[in-house]
């Protein structure tokens, strides 16, 4: 199966800061990553596919990149409701594997 | 719109059963897999397997194969995911979850069901 690892595992910002995520895959996906974001006792939501298209809804203080092996994500400036976990997942094919999460915290 | 409604919550026991239930609205049921991903307290999400709506076909990850069956039926727009021999390491919130793509496999989702904690302990 393929790993998926991101960094860090959690981090602390402040309002308005620009807050990359990391996830690195074990093989090539290509660009079959998606993003979802869960906040505390909710559901995941998804952000972005496809590597870096938005989820139709989803701020475009959002955004992803990345192919292959490496990706991320970036919120541009942090708001109060982006305290959340960001998970990456692997798709396209079986099994789907996610990150281990990303927990985003406000200092 | 769009919306899947789970079961409530289940207390077992270890080496009991438990199923799950799934009930879609607001789209056409049979156009979209489903799949189910369960989390651990504190923990990542992991996904168990898919079922086709249509044809009932269903696909389960190696971890949970001989212990699960996902199953559908399409009168009452409802899937269910019931788990065989739980243990402790089955404590966890399972969560149905629509593939995004109508029509075939693409293994990401843009609905979730609200989520059905299972709690097993002696």
């Known amino acids: 199966d393929i790993q998926m690892t991101q960094s860090p595992s959690s981090l602390s910002a402040s309002v308005g800061d620009r807050v990359t995520i990391t996830c690195r895959a074990s093989?090539?996906?290509?660009?079959?990553l998606a993003w979802y974001q869960q906040k505390p006792g909710k559901v995941p939501k998804l952000l972005i596919y496809?590597?870096?298209t938005l989820q139709s809804g989803v701020p475009s203080r959002f955004s992803g990149r990345g192919s292959g092996t490496e990706f991320t994500l970036t919120i541009s400036s942090l708001q109060p409701e982006d305290a959340a976990t960001y998970y990456c997942?692997?798709?396209?094919?079986?099994?789907?594997?996610f990150g281990q999460g990303t927990k985003v915290e406000f200092k | 719109q769009v919306q899947l409604v789970q079961s409530g919550a289940e207390v077992k026991k270890p080496g009991a059963s438990v199923k799950v239930s799934c009930k879609a609205s607001?789209?056409?049921?049979?156009?979209?897999?489903i799949h189910w991903v369960r989390q651990a307290p504190g923990q990542g999400l992991e996904w168990m397997g898919w079922?086709?709506?249509?044809?009932?076909?269903?696909n389960y990850t190696q971890n949970f194969q001989g212990r699960v069956t996902m199953t559908r039926d399409s009168s009452i727009r409802t899937v269910s995911m019931e788990l065989n021999r739980l243990t402790s390491d089955d404590t966890a919130v399972y969560y149905c979850?629509?593939?995004?793509?109508?029509?075939?496999?693409?293994?990401?989702?843009?609905?979730w069901g609200q989520g059905a904690l299972v709690s097993v302990s002696s």
């Open positions: 979850a629509r593939d995004r793509a109508r029509g075939q496999l693409a293994y990401y989702f843009d609905y």
């Open positions: 607001g789209y056409t049921f049979t156009a979209y897999y």
């Open positions: 079922v086709n709506p249509n044809s009932g076909d269903t």
């Open positions: 093989q090539d996906i290509g660009n079959y």
């Open positions: 496809g590597a870096f």
């Open positions: 997942h692997k798709y396209k094919t079986a099994p789907p594997t």
